[in-house]
């Protein structure tokens, strides 16, 4: 079954690391992105990318960096620059940026401050 | 710019009550919308869409129509179950940019 694969389910970060977080596809999308929630405050898009080796900013980039080195694939490390990283992670993929169909989603890592 | 606004929970409902979850859109052009559900600790999977105005997205039981005369998507199910508790997000998409969400909605429903 084609989807979205994230992992790890769950991570800690101690002070001062930089920690990487995987998202995998095999839905063959051009795009990909990667949102982070918080409580009451619904999602925010931190990154997202149309098309391998390429990638844009979102409303809350500071902190995060990201590559497209593949299609199928779009880590997301989470830099010592990020003071407050506690959050669920979430990683989608959609056709293209440039239509209207629903973004399918992963299932999320938590991430936690040692 | 584009904005969702959807109302604030957390909506709390006797099993077979009528549900709805408002959704207000802000937008140039004619966006699609959508309605996610996220179940506790998982992502989210898409409940229903409609891509111009009048239409009616279903699923499960839900539905929403696209009503451009006031600039609504308001989610509707004439029955909850138990398992209908969940989050649900409101979201709009338009050519050339990244969906935008509303803060969700918090369902629970007791027996």
């Known amino acids: 079954d084609g989807g979205i694969t994230q992992s790890p389910k769950y991570l800690f970060r101690k002070e001062g690391q930089n920690v990487t977080l995987s998202c995998e596809q095999n839905l063959n999308h051009d795009a990909m992105y990667w949102y982070r929630q918080d409580p009451g405050q619904g999602l925010r898009l931190i990154y997202y990318s149309q098309i391998v080796n390429d990638f844009q900013k979102g409303d809350i980039a500071e902190g995060y960096s990201v590559s497209r080195e593949k299609k199928e694939s779009f880590p997301l490390t989470v830099t010592s620059a990020q003071k407050n990283p506690t959050a669920f992670y979430l990683c989608a993929s959609t056709v293209g940026q440039n239509s209207n169909q629903p973004q399918h989603f992963g299932d999320g890592t938590r991430l936690s401050i040692l | 710019g584009n904005s969702v606004t959807q109302m604030e929970g957390p909506v709390t409902l006797s099993e077979e009550a009528f549900l709805t979850i408002n959704c207000t859109y802000t937008a140039t052009g004619y966006p699609s919308l959508f309605w996610y559900v996220q179940y506790p600790g998982e992502g989210l999977q898409l409940l229903l869409k409609a891509t111009k105005a009048d239409d009616k997205g279903s699923n499960k039981g839900f539905e929403a129509t696209y009503r451009k005369e006031t600039t609504s998507f308001h989610l509707e199910k004439g029955s909850v179950q138990v398992s209908d508790s969940a989050v649900y997000f409101c979201?709009?998409?338009?050519?050339?940019?990244?969906?935008?969400f509303g803060k969700g909605t918090t369902l629970s429903v007791s027996s």
């Open positions: 979201a709009l998409s338009q050519a050339g940019t990244a969906l935008i």
